[in-house]
């Protein structure tokens, strides 16, 4: 019930276009969805997030979908830059407690110039 | 500036050793975290610290120790007692009521 899965493990996407990353998860308690950005050798960073009482965020070129019923939630990175090149991992915690982040296994995602 | 900072940034460990990575926060959090990331996994919790002088196991505890003396530094050790040590290891930390985890730019660890 603690797992997040997420698809797919790599991408490739030309300039400009729509990269999409999609994660599940089982546990219902879960309210609070994350997504981070890593570069390589680096730590990851906060890119967005979201609460299940809306359907979508967006914060400049990306946006996250939330699907509460069907439990997934997904990123869209739009017009997509070789500088978005990094992994992606979606993340699901309970509200105020910030142990109990569950990661996905990550998206290793590449934009070709 | 503010910020968490993991040392050293790589750190070679012989067999039977025990090694310890640093990391140093003055974001003036209270929440500091360990967590290991394999390849094509995602990041594993190996300790958490809420408070000074208090910590808890997280899922992958086993041949590790931590230690939090004081508030802004949360040091690893990595004992012999791991066997499988080779990873890229995150600190992170929050403000204890907040989901937003700020996380350092890691030590990765390998096994001479």
């Known amino acids: 019930q603690q797992q997040v899965k997420q698809s797919p493990q790599s991408l490739i996407v030309q300039k400009g276009g729509i990269s999409i990353i999609n994660c599940a998860y089982e546990?219902?308690?879960?309210?609070?969805f994350p997504w981070y950005q890593q570069f390589p050798g680096k730590g990851p960073a906060l890119l967005i997030a979201?609460?299940?009482?809306?359907s979508e965020k967006k914060e400049g070129r990306f946006t996250i979908s939330f699907n509460k019923s069907a439990k997934q939630f997904s990123l869209h990175i739009m017009d997509s830059q070789p500088g978005d090149s990094a992994t992606y991992f979606c993340?699901?915690?309970?509200?105020?407690?910030?142990?109990?982040?569950?990661f996905g296994p990550g998206t290793r995602l590449s934009v070709l110039p | 500036d503010g910020g968490i900072t993991q040392s050293p940034k790589y750190l070679f460990r012989k067999e039977g050793q025990n090694v310890t990575l640093s990391c140093e926060q003055n974001l003036n959090h209270d929440a500091m975290y360990w967590y290991r990331q394999d390849p094509g996994q995602g990041l594993r919790l190996i300790y958490y610290s809420q408070i000074v002088n208090d910590f808890q196991k997280g899922d992958i505890a086993e041949g590790y120790s931590v230690s939090r003396e004081k508030k802004e530094s949360f040091p690893l050790t990595v004992t012999s007692a791991q066997k499988n040590p080779t990873a890229f290891y995150l600190c992170?930390?929050?403000?204890?009521?907040?989901?937003?985890?700020?996380f350092g730019a890691g030590t990765r660890l390998s096994v001479l």
């Open positions: 993340a699901a915690s309970l509200s105020n407690y910030g142990q109990n982040f569950v």
């Open positions: 979201i609460r299940p009482d809306v």
């Open positions: 546990n219902t308690a879960f309210d609070y």
């Open positions: 992170a930390s929050s403000i204890t009521s907040s989901n937003i985890q700020y």
